[in-house]
């Protein structure tokens, strides 16, 4: 009886000591530092605006409010219809409420500075989004019609934008990540050594500037160019992969 507790205290303990062996293996190899690689992939693509944003104002005074809102009205017409001859649907023009509001004609007189009534200004402002970039261009340079009139025309650049914006967001995403994976190929290829999973991935910064430009710089919150028809959008995907 005692050689067979003997051997079973000795298996016993060399059962210890191999599970402590295992477990002492099992912790080394998860926390031992892994390698792995990190890599850059970056995608520009350069794109024409599909949609114009045209905005512009005019405004007239009267002494009388009643009296300004009804020629701000009457010129409305006026726009209305040179608008309707160019060419330029209802559906893409949108007058904002009008506004009026007192002013006043500040002078220096006896050592001190006066404001005297001036008037109540009526105030329309216009909006137009088309997809007829050509042609609203053209209005935005050829306005003399309306000068002529006597309606004076306080014309905004119009703005451009891309309404497939996010189809192309998710493009370029997927060539970004293409292309890192591809540059991680080659750098552990070259080392001797093997590409793993995927430990992360992090995407950049979405850029949107004009081409060929020195005038703009990318931003740590994303440029977003509305001035030019002719855009470049730009992205970047961080991937870092496990090395084998």
Request: hydrophobic fraction near 35%; charged fraction near 25%; charge should be neutral.
């Amino acid at each position: 009886m005692n050689n067979k507790s003997v051997l079973i205290a000795i298996i016993a303990g060399i059962a210890f000591v191999l599970g402590a062996v295992a477990v002492g293996i099992s912790y080394y190899n998860t926390k031992k530092p892994q390698k792995t690689v990190s890599v850059v992939g970056l995608v520009e693509k350069d794109f024409t605006s599909d949609l114009i944003v045209w905005e512009f104002n005019y405004a007239v005074k009267d002494n009388d409010m009643k009296q300004s809102y009804s020629k701000i009205k009457a010129q409305n017409e006026i726009v209305k219809d040179y608008l309707k001859r160019s060419g330029i649907p209802d559906s893409e023009v949108d007058f904002k409420k009008i506004t009026t509001a007192p002013t006043y004609r500040s002078y220096y007189a006896n050592s001190r500075w006066n404001e005297d009534f001036d008037g109540y200004e009526a105030r329309q402002v216009v909006r137009i989004e088309s997809s007829s970039i050509e042609k609203i261009e053209v209005l935005t340079r050829d306005i003399a019609e309306l000068y002529d009139q006597n309606i004076m025309i306080v014309n905004n650049n119009p703005e451009y934008y891309y309404t497939k914006l996010s189809d192309l967001k998710l493009e370029m995403l997927a060539e970004a990540s293409k292309n890192a994976r591809l540059r991680a190929e080659t750098v552990t290829q070259n080392a001797g050594a093997k590409l793993g999973d995927l430990k992360s991935a992090n995407m950049g910064v979405f850029q949107i500037t004009k081409p060929n430009s020195s005038d703009e710089d990318y931003t740590w919150g994303g440029a977003f160019n509305t001035s030019s028809k002719q855009k470049r959008a730009s992205i970047n995907m961080r991937l870092t992969y496990y090395v084998e």
